[in-house]
């Protein structure tokens, strides 16, 4: 399974534009990109889910560039309520199955 | 819709004793599993299944049985609890994708579990 790394933990002030890269180096042909947001004392919950270039919708933005060694996950003016773990995963390969492989994600502190 | 339910919330067992976690989910997925989660940590797969009477094993099966006789329900049950199981369990369910591809899993509240 193709693993995925991405920074520990990010700052951010209420407001401003967050960028969250994680790389992929080893990513399959046909393999997506799939982000979760979890918050404390909550099950992880899907943000967006992307192939190649980029997908928006209202909570966020994927950015895959053209090798898709790795994506970027942007979330626009970010509030406190946005304060959670982002974490980054490969599509698992095996057929029938839906397995998530979770790293330690990266969190996320926004500042008033 | 009540989604992915898991009970109990809480619960504090002491070593060498069992239990059952149980989910429940109604929105007839077929794909469901069983994650712990450690401080700090991500989530790690215990379990899986892909439909009724399949199940298989995730990243750290043991000490944990599961089975899957309806396709609602998937109890995690803990044969003989040791303090190093101290975690909060998350079941998750969703379509089963193709190859490849992920379907949104939508996990439920959590359990949080202490072994002493």
């Known amino acids: 399974l193709a693993k995925t790394t991405q920074p520990i933990s990010m700052d951010s002030y209420e407001g401003q534009e967050v960028n969250i890269t994680c790389s992929h180096n080893n990513i399959a042909t046909n393999d997506y990109i799939t982000w979760y947001q979890q918050f404390p004392s909550q099950g992880p919950r899907f943000i967006i889910q992307?192939?190649?270039t980029k997908v928006t919708n209202e909570v966020a933005s994927l950015f895959i560039p053209a090798d898709r060694k790795s994506s970027t996950l942007s979330l626009p003016r970010v509030s406190l309520s946005d304060t959670a773990v982002y974490y980054c995963?490969?599509?698992?390969?095996?057929?029938?199955?839906?397995?998530?492989?979770f790293g330690t994600g990266t969190r996320l502190t926004v500042i008033p | 819709n009540a989604g992915v339910t898991q009970t109990p919330k809480f619960q504090v067992l002491k070593t060498g004793q069992s239990m059952t976690l149980q989910c429940a989910q109604d929105m007839n997925h077929e794909y469901m599993s069983w994650y712990r989660q450690d401080p700090g940590m991500g989530l790690r797969l215990i379990h899986y299944?892909?439909?009724?009477?399949?199940?298989d094993q995730g990243e750290v099966p043991n000490g944990y049985n599961v089975s899957r006789s309806t396709t609602e329900d998937f109890p995690l049950r803990l044969l003989s609890a040791a303090p190093s199981q101290t975690s909060v369990y998350f079941c998750?369910?969703?379509?089963?994708?193709?190859?490849?591809?992920?379907?949104?899993?939508?996990f439920g509240p959590g359990t949080r579990l202490t072994v002493l």
């Open positions: 299944s892909v439909g009724a009477g399949i199940t």
């Open positions: 998750a369910s969703s379509p089963i994708p193709l190859a490849g591809h992920h379907n949104e899993q939508f």
């Open positions: 995963l490969v599509g698992d390969r095996q057929t029938g199955a839906n397995n998530l492989f």
């Open positions: 992307g192939y190649k």
